[in-house]
């Protein structure tokens, strides 16, 4: 999906560059450092908020920004110079707007440039985990909302156009969540996930690299931007749902749950990996040499840069003692570049004091200056266009932010998910209807949003209750939960609609810990809010219960989430339960649409909901069922994963051929009504037989299909014999293939399968 920039020529990329030349421009630069130099490079201590300032009307440096640049000649990347939030402290009031953008970027590298004996620019490192944390900036739906879609072709195109946006601001990295896989809904960050399945997740992650970066990296140091996965590894594994504790996972699980979708992202040719703040049996991951080295860059081939999570060099202080040990110890496990921390700072006394420690400090160096090149930010490729010239040659900040906020409404509506029941739509726009819109997430936008967003502009966006009250004027009436005269409104309601849900919403006032996570906080999920009760926060169950008994009529309850809630008095109280996830800015007009006929619910779940939050987790990947285990609960699922209720669309047959050593599902979809349809098609495997205990199912493909009205389609799916047999040397007798819950066939195994398979290392 790659693009040129408005004004750009048809010259080559930095990436299309020979390696040869790339390796002589890299070695003249190295030669030209000296060790304070070169650990300069390393580290990326300056949080960029704190880096400038308005004076008179005008960008200027700190005096913090202009001693760090001093300290190290230059630096080797500035974190997060536009992000705005509360932790930050920056807002529209004293923030980089999307005008000042091109001018704080020139004036932080003219500055760097100046300082630094080669002329080495820094990398701009932004927050990407969903859009751009920047005053104005896109935000999509977060990735849990994101992975209901089950539409990757929809998520590159958005990727694409976030990356021109960052691209056209001056950024060269964007960090980017999707390697944490949900295991456990009582984390805090569950909505940063892709879903509880590695394909699901691994699939996803291929799309947002290729999006970002381009297919073979063609759009780095164009209009497109460097991808810094993160949290590699294990982290949605953390016992308990605990932020950034222990990862209890055997080698095995790791292989195939866990690190999967990182190898997705080496294979799509992201240029960055972050190292997370847990560990995995003990060792942390910016500690594990096998993780980092002999796994990523060996095994997988990885060639980029790996950056630490923020702090996440310091946090070894209990593993080593002293903070100069733990910047070595974590520049010898393989981390690369540093957040924040003290622990690389002191890599220069540790360099003149051991040679090991020496020669890591040179090839960590390398493989920045690697990567810069690959950019265009090493002299010899900006000198010529350097600067502003530089920025505007990579794409239209103006364009690109237009066409990025059109492709996150469409996710939006994309994401939404129909748990149960049926819209009732023609009540909602009878005449003489009346609506009443209740709960707590009614009138508000920021619950949709999701965490790591930037604040947005007073009534920039409308509400569901504003939505819904501008298209059917006169008939739509709300009432506070607490109101005595709740049950009498509900009573009079045609319909009424309850918008429900959580938040990780973050406060102006709220505290955080040294690292950005939420220390004290009236949010309900994100970073640092993990939680033991998964039921909806705040009473909401009580509140459907009284709008239930006191309605006449259909009541449907919209569900904003980050996180797998149990929603079994949800679903008993309502006629049709939506679920939105954290549809993002776009998420009221997407419910709004869905209410009112204008869009369909085609979503899937990524995860498993279950009944009773004792009962997990669960997840429909697990070896073994939870079904008659609790006495307290029989039936711990309550919605399994992929589900979603009768759509627009649905599947006639499923065909499964084998031919040529390839396994290919042929799927006949047709619309269910007189109008267009949308279905997304999971294709799931149950294996039998092996020398290891298969699993419940598994995830093999998928395919979101857009079916005309009238006209049936044939969707062809295929799938490669070693993915179906053989993951990590697993072998089957036999393997059965599902398209969504219908049954496509059997796969006998080929000769030789089901042999006793070796145990990942």
């Excluded at 360099?351 to 090493?378: H, I, N, P, S, W």
């Amino acid at each position: 999906m790659s693009r040129l920039p408005a004004g750009s020529t048809d010259e080559a990329s930095p990436e299309q560059t020979s390696g040869q030349d790339r390796e002589a421009r890299v070695q003249a630069v190295l030669d030209g450092l000296d060790l304070r130099q070169r650990v300069g490079q390393l580290n990326q201590r300056l949080l960029g908020w704190r880096a400038v300032e308005r004076r008179g009307g005008r960008w200027v440096l700190t005096d913090e920004a202009l001693a760090e640049i001093e300290r190290w000649s230059g630096l080797g990347a500035i974190y997060g110079l536009m992000r705005a939030d509360a932790w930050s402290g920056r807002s529209w009031e004293n923030g980089v707007t999307p005008d000042d953008r091109l001018e704080v970027v020139d004036l932080v590298q003219q500055a760097v440039r100046g300082a630094n004996p080669q002329g080495l620019a820094a990398f701009v490192v932004e927050e990407a985990p969903h859009g751009h944390q920047a005053l104005g900036g896109t935000i999509l739906p977060q990735n849990l909302a994101l992975a209901a879609t089950w539409d990757p072709d929809l998520l590159e195109e958005a990727s694409a156009a976030v990356a021109t946006e960052l691209a056209a601001s001056g950024v060269d990295l964007a960090l980017v969540s999707g390697l944490d896989v949900l295991r456990d809904g009582r984390w805090g960050r569950s909505e940063e996930c892709f879903g509880e399945d590695p394909f699901l997740a691994a699939t996803l992650v291929g799309a947002v690299v290729r999006g970002m970066q381009g297919a073979d990296r063609r759009r780095l140091g164009r209009d497109g931007v460097g991808v810094v996965l993160k949290h590699l590894a294990a982290q949605g594994e953390a016992v308990g749902g605990r932020n950034g504790q222990s990862a209890i996972v055997g080698p095995r699980d790791l292989h195939e749950i866990h690190l999967a979708p990182a190898a997705a992202g080496v294979r799509a040719g992201a240029v960055g990996m972050m190292a997370a703040y847990n560990d995995i049996d003990g060792v942390p991951c910016c500690a594990n040499p096998w993780l980092l080295q002999t796994w990523l860059r060996q095994e997988q081939g990885f060639d980029g840069i790996v950056m630490a999570d923020g702090l996440a060099v310091d946090q070894l202080l209990p593993l080593t003692g002293s903070i100069p040990d733990a910047g070595r110890l974590a520049l010898r496990s393989g981390v690369d570049v540093s957040l924040w921390d003290e622990g690389f700072t002191t890599l220069v006394r540790s360099a003149e004091q051991d040679e090991q420690t020496f020669r890591a400090v040179t090839e960590a160096c390398r493989r920045v200056l690697r990567l810069k090149d690959r950019l265009g930010l090493l002299p010899a490729r900006s000198s010529a266009r350097a600067g502003r010239e530089r920025i505007e040659l990579r794409g239209r900040l103006p364009q690109a932010l237009a066409e990025s906020a059109d492709l996150s409404r469409r996710l939006a509506a994309s994401a939404l998910v129909l748990l149960d029941g049926h819209i009732p739509t023609e009540q909602l726009l009878a005449p003489e209807a009346t609506v009443l819109v209740v709960g707590p997430n009614a009138d508000d936008v920021t619950p949709f949003l999701g965490d790591y967003v930037p604040p947005l502009r007073d009534g920039e966006y409308p509400t569901v209750l504003e939505q819904l009250t501008a298209r059917l004027p006169g008939r739509v009436l709300t009432v506070a939960p607490t109101d005595p005269g709740l049950a009498q409104a509900v009573r009079a309601a045609t319909v009424v609609v309850a918008v429900l849900g959580g938040t990780s919403h973050r406060s102006y006032a709220d505290q955080f810990d040294p690292n950005g996570a939420a220390a004290a906080t009236r949010a309900s999920a994100g970073e640092g809010v993990d939680l033991a009760d998964l039921r909806l926060p705040g009473q909401q169950d009580e509140l459907l219960s009284v709008v239930r008994a006191a309605a006449t009529g259909p009541v449907v309850s919209v569900v904003v989430a980050g996180r797998p809630h149990v929603l079994t008095g949800v679903l008993a109280a309502s006629d049709a339960t939506l679920w939105a996830g954290y549809a993002g800015p776009h998420g009221p007009r997407a419910v709004a649409d869905a209410l009112l006929g204008d869009v369909v619910p085609a979503g899937r779940l990524p995860v498993t909901l279950l009944r009773a939050s004792g009962a997990g987790p669960v997840r429909h990947n697990d070896r073994w069922s939870p079904d008659g285990v609790y006495r307290d609960v029989p039936s711990p699922v309550l919605l399994p994963f992929a589900h979603a209720a009768a759509g627009s669309a649905r599947v006639a047959s499923a065909t499964l051929t084998r031919r040529d050593g390839r396994v290919t599902v042929e799927v006949l979809v047709q619309a269910t009504g007189d109008v267009d349809g949308e279905l997304v098609l999971p294709v799931l495997a149950r294996r039998r037989g092996g020398p290891v205990l298969p699993r419940q199912q598994e995830l093999l493909g998928l395919r979101r299909v857009r079916v005309p009205a009238g006209q049936p389609v044939v969707v062809t799916v295929d799938l490669a014999e070693a993915e179906v047999f053989a993951p990590v040397g697993l072998g089957s007798r036999y393997t059965d293939i599902y398209v969504a819950d219908l049954h496509a066939g059997r796969l006998e195994a080929p000769a030789g399968a089901g042999e006793p398979a070796a145990r990942p290392s």
